[in-house]
């Protein structure tokens, strides 16, 4: 087997140049080595010059970066010189001339682009923004249509493209959490449309559905994924606040062995949760069943109702097809809202009650751990969801069931690893600041495992808060502990109330500004994870502060301070 021609990183070439020589090349060995490729198909003859394409990317979290590398792959099988690019390594300007351009953006907050988006979704939204009528180009968004503003920055994408007189090749398509089908047949047609030949659909989406085998060592091991979850054993699970506080976080350790999965600090774990007995016994009740009627899963396997209701469905937001079912019903918030506040006589049958639900939805976690410190292990820090709604005591689903439901020792969960390649720890001799209230100490307590692993000169400064620190400082011990011996250089502590005034993380980050500013100067890398909706805006207001006052700079340049931080990767949030 032939081994993929790479420029070497010391080549002179830009960051760019080089990702995209690379791409050129793979696509000439992918079309060199096609006969040895199992079932890969090559749509122009090996005498055709390549098709340059940039698939552009925005991602927060991973998925539409590794959905672009993964096109990329494709596209090189299928004649493209084709590179994925970071929308935060890329401007407008870079833009006008490229020819093929394929979109996979993500939406956050309320609508919002990911960070590394942010930038050149404002530059192609101004109105001086250049034409570019050489430009063709299909978007594919993606999104959860459980928030109001859905697929919003694919939608802005699309539409500023096309206002920048750039040429649609096919039309977009937006994505929900299942992904992975419209995102094969979108990406099929966008290519075919490229290339100009008819598309290849049915191959497209097979080679996505089909479970997967990878050879390593001389065992051939499944290779697990979101469509085909790992039942992995929950070792151990146990609260990390004290009594009498009003948080339940629990640390919860799950058993890898055998199954091959690898993970790297900063990635996240998806969990495929189950449903709550009570939450299925209410249902059941509504629907005049005990539960053992046979019915047919949304995957399309047989089972009893009960079972059904408890592992293989969602029972969180109603699907339109449920209300179809049971008109009238106003405002609900969950599927037995809708059961519960009925107005008709009629009564469902089970199968056709079971045939309005979808699929469980996987959540994710930061993981919470190196698997240099823990091999065959993964841990997760996960914060019981509770709260009222319309005269309901509401649980949340994925983390009651890891936090109430799962017995350590005994039950299984099904897992996959959701890889974020842009969220992982600096190199070993540049400095960390990592600001992680609540939850958000997750990622940081992996960062600091890694990092104590692999050594070098590196200093590292963790911001954390919580309630109160007799009861809420999670990880207490190991983190003092890692301060003690120094690993830790800073630990900065924010207990909001533990006094009658508010005292937050980014409260803590003003206090030592200046501090701050020359860990800046002196190259280092800021990780923000926890609250997406208030706690990341006010610490990103912090640090532009930091800059302005520390730094000595206008409001204009410290926000291009910030900017390049983005840029250059060096300023990472994983917020939720
Ligand atoms: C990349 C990433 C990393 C994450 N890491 C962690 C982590 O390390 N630890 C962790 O604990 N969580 C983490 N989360 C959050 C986690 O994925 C789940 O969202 C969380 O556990 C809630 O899921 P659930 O199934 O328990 O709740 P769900 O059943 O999904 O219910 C949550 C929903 O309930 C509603 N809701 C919640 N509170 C209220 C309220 N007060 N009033 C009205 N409605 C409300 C909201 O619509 C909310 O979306 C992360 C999320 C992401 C995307
Ligand atoms: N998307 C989802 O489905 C989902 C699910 C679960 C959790 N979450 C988010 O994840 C967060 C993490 O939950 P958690 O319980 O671990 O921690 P948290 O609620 O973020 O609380 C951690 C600490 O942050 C403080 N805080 C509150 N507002 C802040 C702000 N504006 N700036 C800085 N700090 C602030 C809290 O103080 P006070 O409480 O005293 O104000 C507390 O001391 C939740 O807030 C929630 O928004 C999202
Ligand atoms: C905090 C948060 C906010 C989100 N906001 C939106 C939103 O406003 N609209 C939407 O369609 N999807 C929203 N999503 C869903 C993401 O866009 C979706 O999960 C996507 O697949 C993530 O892709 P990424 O990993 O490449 O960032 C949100 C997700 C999170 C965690």
């Excluded at 992975?180 to 979108?186: K, N, T, Y």
């Excluded at 007799?470 to 301060?483: I, K, P, S, V």
Aim: aromatic share 6%; proline share 6%; hydrophobic share 40%.
């Amino acid at each position: 087997m032939n081994s993929l021609p790479i420029i070497p990183e010391t080549a002179p070439f830009t960051l760019e140049q080089r990702a995209w020589l690379n791409g050129y090349l793979a696509g000439l060995f992918s079309r060199a080595a096609a006969p040895d490729l199992p079932a890969a198909k090559t749509s122009s003859s090996a005498t055709e010059p390549l098709i340059p394409l940039t698939i552009l990317y925005g991602s927060q979290t991973g998925t539409a970066e590794s959905l672009a590398k993964k096109a990329a792959k494709d596209a090189g099988r299928r004649g493209f010189a084709a590179m994925a690019l970071d929308m935060a390594q890329t401007d407008v300007s870079r833009l006008v001339a490229e020819k093929n351009v394929l979109v996979i953006v993500s939406t956050y907050g309320d609508g919002e682009p990911p960070d590394s988006a942010k930038a050149l979704h404002a530059a192609l939204g101004n109105e001086d923004a250049p034409s570019m009528p050489q430009m063709r180009f299909s978007v594919c968004s993606l999104g959860d249509t459980n928030y109001a503003q859905f697929c919003q920055c694919g939608k802005d994408f699309d539409a500023r493209l096309e206002k920048r007189r750039a040429i649609r090749i096919t039309p977009r398509v937006d994505c929900d959490l299942d992904y992975e089908a419209p995102f094969a047949r979108w990406l099929d047609t966008a290519l075919s449309a490229l290339s100009g030949i008819t598309p290849e659909t049915s191959q497209a989406a097979v080679a996505i559905a089909s479970p997967a085998t990878e050879a390593i060592g001389a065992q051939t091991l499944p290779v697990y994924s979101r469509k085909h979850p790992f039942p992995s054993r929950v070792l151990a699970s146990r609260m990390l606040n004290a009594p009498g506080s009003a948080k339940q976080v629990h640390h919860i350790e799950f058993d890898l062995a055998s199954s091959g999965i690898a993970y790297q600090a900063g990635d996240a774990l998806g969990v495929i949760p189950q449903n709550c007995p009570e939450l299925v016994d209410d249902i059941l009740a509504a629907l005049g069943c005990d539960g053992e009627e046979a019915v047919v899963t949304p995957s399309g396997e047989g089972t009893s109702l009960r079972r059904a209701l408890i592992e293989h469905c969602d029972l969180g937001k109603p699907s339109a097809e449920l209300l179809r079912l049971y008109p009238g019903c106003h405002e609900p918030h969950h599927v037995i809202d809708v059961l519960l506040g009925a107005q008709t006589d009629r009564r469902i049958r089970p199968e056709e009650f079971v045939r309005t639900l979808r699929k469980p939805q996987p959540r994710l976690y930061s993981i919470s751990s190196s698997p240099k410190a823990h091999p065959g292990q993964v841990h997760l820090t996960v914060g019981a969801v509770r709260y009222d709604a319309q005269s309901r005591c509401r649980k949340g689903v994925c983390s009651t069931f890891l936090t109430e439901r799962v017995k350590p020792g005994e039950s299984h969960a099904g897992i996959f690893v959701h890889a974020n390649p842009s969220f992982r720890p600096p190199p070993a001799d540049t400095d960390a600041i990592m600001i992680g209230p609540g939850t958000g100490i997750a990622p940081f307590r992996a960062f600091l495992q890694e990092r104590r692993s692999i050594g070098g000169r590196g200093r590292n400064w963790l911001f954390f808060g919580d309630q109160r620190s007799a009861t809420d400082f999670l990880y207490r011990e190991e983190m003092t502990e890692l301060h003690a011996n120094g690993l830790l250089t800073r630990l900065d502590l924010a207990f909001s109330r533990d006094q009658t005034e508010k005292i937050y993380v980014q409260h803590r980050m003003l206090e030592c500004e200046k501090e701050l500013w020359a860990w800046l100067e002196a190259g280092a890398h800021v990780y923000v994870c926890g609250d997406a909706s208030r706690m990341a805006k006010d610490v990103d207001a912090t640090l532009h502060a930091v800059v302005e006052r520390a730094g000595g700079r206008s409001t204009e340049t410290a926000a291009a301070y910030i900017q390049s931080l983005r840029s250059e990767k060096r300023y990472l949030r994983d917020v939720y």
